[in-house]
């Protein structure tokens, strides 16, 4: 007979064990539910100040989300405890993730606004970067007048420390030199102050006796600050080292938003010759604009010499550069010089070691047809007052040719990628207000879906049919010039006054030039001026995010190869500066296309309030629109959640990993899993 009891208290056990299980998980939702909510988001308070909107361009060129607060605006934001945070779904939110303030406290002594940031910070675990402050104990440093400095920092040589390696500025190379571009003008000021308990100096400098602290972490009362110690903007070089350390320390490794230090070369009209520049005459005969010119016209042209050093310069520097060429107006200037062009067969040789771009075929303008018998130019009109636009059907054999051409000769290039000569075809202000309307129905013949444009005329990119433009950097290395000299000569002639024998155009356009204070000596002002100034230039576009290509023109790399020394500038300077973790990205212009396209719409949705960003613990959410690819910046190790799974997240870079990312097949947002 069956024991009842024992039965009873078998299904007793069980019942409890079920109990048990369903207990479980209800203290687990419990406990998560108290883990709160940091939405990816920094808020910026701005006094107006240059430090204040440098770390706010940094933000908005890398894509990292934002609210700011102008502190001098009526009827702004109070910032209190419901400013800062709420709950969402019955769990606590942090609204912002970090917290840039224009110094330690810019509201005053005793403000319930700074008590409320205070509460925040230590009740979520948020950071604050300091903008610009002076040395003191509030903000962990000895004053300065206890083994410190204040003053004027042109040209100081400063340092990142072992701990700036190991934490935030691990991607730099170690050291960082502030401007010093001109000895007449005070470039920048800042403080220099000894550690005190709770500070870990993150970039120092000597001072008398040692070393003192510009840039490190205060850690005091249960929050973190970053503290700054000097002013700058956004365009000085010591900030745009650091600017993304100071990003990355503030969100804690994750954000929204990715960065990389792009340079990409282009150089036109490979295999046609460039008009001479004329020191007599101040102008390029050849050109319709100059005046006396007719019969004193000289080209410039590379050798194959010149090619073979092309190559073998770009394996020196392990750098890459794209050659756009027009392989007709090399063609007709083979049959005027003897049927034979050594530089051409050199560099079809050569055709693996460089990228290849489509320059047209024999670079003719490609808008209106050109009235050229007054100065400026004019577009010719048809009897019923309409302009003549060069024909769909002309257009798209200038294209279709130069890509057969190049067939032909086992040349690789990207069929979707298009430059034409001297941008035209697209508007060309004041003259030609509008695209040439045959110019996208050629682009389409053709496939070409990336059109190269002007950044100096159009920064921003656009629709030209179904292509869009890719807008390019001129660099001030003269297409009509193959010395130095000519270089230099030119220069004088634009940036000086006529009192000194110049164009004077620097005079009647103050707003957009300056003049030279007096023209630079022909045989040393190109290697010693115009060099260091297009660099600097340069450099600031490669340590901006900017993934926009700088062109050139054939040339340059011809007779005395005016580009390299420019080149050789940017590259060994980068390569001091940084890591090795941290290379340049050489990218074609499709990828660079595909980069300003993906920023636009992803700047577009974050500013509509389309994105959803957050972390609960060791999970990432991110929730855009569909078709959004999103930039995400992750510590090392982050895994991306898969339908069944998950994988490695991103590429490394700088320290950490990031990519543009959406959400996998059947997934509706994208899950990071962190360390």
Same mark, same amino acid.
Request: hydrophobic content about 35%; overall charge negative; glycine content about 10%.
């Given at each position: 007979m069956?024991n009842?009891?024992r039965?009873n208290r078998?299904a007793?056990?069980?019942?409890a064990?079920?109990?048990m299980?369903?207990a479980v998980p209800a203290?687990t939702?419990?406990?998560?539910a108290?883990t709160p909510?940091?939405d990816l988001k920094?808020?910026?308070?701005?006094d107006?100040?240059?430090?204040?909107g440098a770390i706010t361009?940094?933000?908005?060129?890398?894509?990292?989300?934002y609210t700011r607060?102008?502190l001098?605006?009526s009827?702004r934001?109070?910032?209190?405890a419901?400013?800062?945070?709420d709950?969402?779904?019955?769990?606590p939110r942090a609204k912002?993730?970090?917290?840039?303030?224009?110094?330690e406290n810019p509201f005053?002594q005793?403000s !319930?606004e700074m #008590? %409320?940031?205070? /509460?925040?910070?230590?009740t &979520?675990?948020?950071? *604050? @970067?300091d903008?610009?402050?002076w040395?003191?104990p509030?903000?962990?440093?000895e004053?300065?007048d206890n083994g410190?400095?204040?003053?004027?920092?042109?040209g100081?040589?400063? !340092?990142v420390? #072992? %701990?700036g390696? /190991?934490?935030?500025?691990g &991607?730099?190379?170690? *050291? @960082?030199?502030f401007e010093?571009?001109s000895?007449?003008?005070?470039e920048?000021?800042?403080f220099?102050?000894?550690p005190?308990?709770?500070y870990?100096?993150?970039l120092?400098a000597?001072?008398?006796?040692g070393?003192?602290s510009?840039?490190?972490e &205060?850690?005091?009362?249960?929050?973190?600050?970053?503290v700054v110690?000097?002013?700058?903007n956004?365009y000085?070089?010591q900030?745009r080292?650091?600017?993304?350390?100071?990003v990355d320390?503030?969100?804690q490794?994750?954000?929204?938003?990715?960065?990389?230090?792009?340079f990409a070369?282009h150089?036109?009209?490979?295999?046609?010759p460039?008009a001479?520049w004329?020191?007599?005459l101040n102008?390029t005969?050849?050109?319709?604009?100059c005046?006396?010119?007719?019969?004193?016209?000289s080209?410039?042209r590379?050798t194959?010499a010149?090619?073979q050093?092309?190559?073998?310069?770009?394996t020196?520097?392990?750098?890459?550069?794209?050659?756009l060429?027009?392989?007709?107006?090399?063609?007709e200037?083979?049959a005027?010089?003897g049927?034979?062009?050594?530089?051409?067969?050199?560099?079809?040789?050569?055709?693996a070691?460089f990228?290849?771009?489509?320059h047209?075929y024999?670079h003719?303008?490609?808008?209106c047809?050109?009235?050229?018998?007054?100065?400026?130019?004019?577009?010719?009109k048809?009897?019923?007052?309409?302009?003549?636009?060069?024909?769909?059907?002309?257009?798209s054999?200038q294209i279709r040719?130069?890509?057969?051409w190049?067939a032909?000769k086992?040349?690789t290039?990207d069929?979707s990628e298009?430059v034409?000569g001297?941008?035209?075809g697209?508007?060309?202000l004041?003259?030609q207000p509008?695209?040439?309307?045959?110019?996208a129905?050629?682009l389409a013949d053709?496939?070409?879906k990336?059109a190269?444009?002007d950044?100096?005329?159009?920064?921003d990119?656009r629709?030209?049919?179904a292509?869009?433009?890719?807008?390019?950097?001129?660099?001030?290395?003269?297409?009509?010039?193959?010395?130095?000299a000519?270089?230099?000569d030119?220069y004088?002639?634009?940036?000086?006054?006529?009192a000194?024998g110049?164009?004077?155009?620097c005079e009647?356009?103050?707003?957009?030039?300056?003049?030279?204070?007096?023209?630079?000596?022909?045989n040393?002002?190109?290697?010693n001026?115009?060099?260091?100034?297009?660099a600097?230039?340069?450099?600031?576009?490669v340590l901006?995010?900017?993934?926009?290509?700088h062109y050139?023109?054939q040339s340059?790399?011809?007779e005395?190869?005016?580009?390299?020394?420019?080149?050789n500038?940017?590259?060994?300077?980068?390569r001091?500066l940084?890591?090795?973790?941290?290379?340049?990205?050489?990218q074609s212009?499709?990828d660079?296309g595909?980069?300003?396209q993906r920023?636009?719409?992803w700047?577009k949705?974050?500013a509509d309030g389309?994105?959803t960003?957050?972390?609960?613990?060791k999970d990432?959410?991110?929730?855009?629109?569909s078709g959004v690819?999103?930039?995400?910046t992750?510590?090392?190790?982050?895994k991306k959640?898969l339908?069944?799974?998950?994988?490695?997240?991103g590429?490394a870079y700088?320290?950490?990993r990031?990519a543009?990312?959406?959400p996998?097949v059947?997934?509706?947002?994208?899950?990071?899993?962190l360390?």
């Amino acid at each position: 007979m069956v024991n009842k009891n024992r039965m009873n208290r078998a299904a007793a056990a069980m019942a409890a064990a079920a109990l048990m299980s369903v207990a479980v998980p209800a203290a687990t939702a419990q406990a998560a539910a108290a883990t709160p909510r940091i939405d990816l988001k920094v808020l910026v308070v701005d006094d107006g100040g240059s430090s204040v909107g440098a770390i706010t361009a940094q933000l908005k060129d890398t894509g990292v989300p934002y609210t700011r607060v102008d502190l001098g605006a009526s009827g702004r934001p109070v910032i209190d405890a419901a400013f800062l945070a709420d709950t969402v779904d019955g769990r606590p939110r942090a609204k912002y993730q970090g917290v840039v303030l224009p110094n330690e406290n810019p509201f005053g002594q005793g403000s !319930a606004e700074m #008590a %409320a940031l205070t /509460a925040y910070e230590t009740t &979520y675990g948020i950071r *604050q @970067v300091d903008a610009y402050t002076w040395a003191h104990p509030g903000v962990g440093l000895e004053y300065t007048d206890n083994g410190g400095y204040s003053g004027q920092l042109d040209g100081t040589q400063a !340092a990142v420390t #072992a %701990a700036g390696k /190991a934490g935030p500025f691990g &991607y730099l190379g170690g *050291q @960082v030199t502030f401007e010093d571009n001109s000895a007449m003008v005070p470039e920048s000021y800042g403080f220099m102050g000894k550690p005190r308990t709770g500070y870990t100096s993150y970039l120092d400098a000597p001072v008398t006796g040692g070393r003192a602290s510009l840039v490190g972490e &205060y850690t005091h009362d249960g929050r973190s600050e970053l503290v700054v110690t000097f002013g700058y903007n956004q365009y000085q070089q010591q900030f745009r080292l650091l600017a993304r350390g100071i990003v990355d320390w503030l969100t804690q490794g994750v954000h929204l938003g990715q960065e990389r230090s792009y340079f990409a070369v282009h150089v036109d009209d490979v295999f046609a010759p460039d008009a001479r520049w004329s020191k007599e005459l101040n102008c390029t005969p050849g050109d319709y604009a100059c005046a006396g010119g007719e019969g004193k016209e000289s080209t410039i042209r590379m050798t194959a010499a010149d090619a073979q050093y092309a190559a073998q310069w770009q394996t020196s520097k392990n750098f890459k550069l794209d050659m756009l060429f027009n392989a007709g107006a090399g063609e007709e200037w083979k049959a005027e010089n003897g049927g034979t062009d050594a530089m051409t067969a050199q560099l079809v040789a050569d055709r693996a070691k460089f990228r290849w771009m489509n320059h047209t075929y024999t670079h003719p303008f490609l808008g209106c047809v050109q009235d050229t018998s007054a100065n400026p130019w004019a577009c010719t009109k048809n009897a019923q007052g309409a302009t003549n636009w060069m024909s769909r059907a002309d257009i798209s054999a200038q294209i279709r040719d130069n890509n057969n051409w190049a067939a032909a000769k086992g040349i690789t290039l990207d069929r979707s990628e298009l430059v034409t000569g001297e941008h035209s075809g697209l508007k060309t202000l004041p003259q030609q207000p509008q695209d040439n309307p045959n110019l996208a129905g050629a682009l389409a013949d053709n496939g070409v879906k990336w059109a190269g444009s002007d950044n100096s005329r159009e920064p921003d990119q656009r629709a030209v049919g179904a292509a869009l433009t890719v807008p390019r950097h001129p660099m001030n290395v003269y297409y009509n010039t193959g010395t130095n000299a000519e270089m230099a000569d030119e220069y004088n002639w634009i940036y000086t006054s006529r009192a000194d024998g110049g164009s004077g155009v620097c005079e009647d356009n103050p707003a957009t030039s300056t003049c030279l204070p007096a023209p630079l000596d022909t045989n040393t002002g190109y290697l010693n001026y115009i060099v260091p100034a297009e660099a600097r230039t340069a450099m600031r576009h490669v340590l901006a995010n900017d993934p926009r290509p700088h062109y050139v023109h054939q040339s340059n790399l011809a007779e005395d190869r005016t580009l390299y020394p420019v080149l050789n500038q940017v590259l060994d300077t980068y390569r001091a500066l940084y890591a090795p973790s941290a290379p340049i990205v050489n990218q074609s212009m499709k990828d660079t296309g595909v980069e300003l396209q993906r920023r636009a719409a992803w700047n577009k949705a974050v500013a509509d309030g389309k994105v959803t960003a957050y972390k609960i613990g060791k999970d990432v959410v991110v929730k855009a629109p569909s078709g959004v690819v999103a930039p995400v910046t992750a510590p090392n190790g982050t895994k991306k959640q898969l339908l069944l799974g998950t994988a490695d997240f991103g590429t490394a870079y700088a320290g950490n990993r990031s990519a543009w990312t959406a959400p996998e097949v059947l997934q509706s947002q994208v899950t990071l899993k962190l360390l």
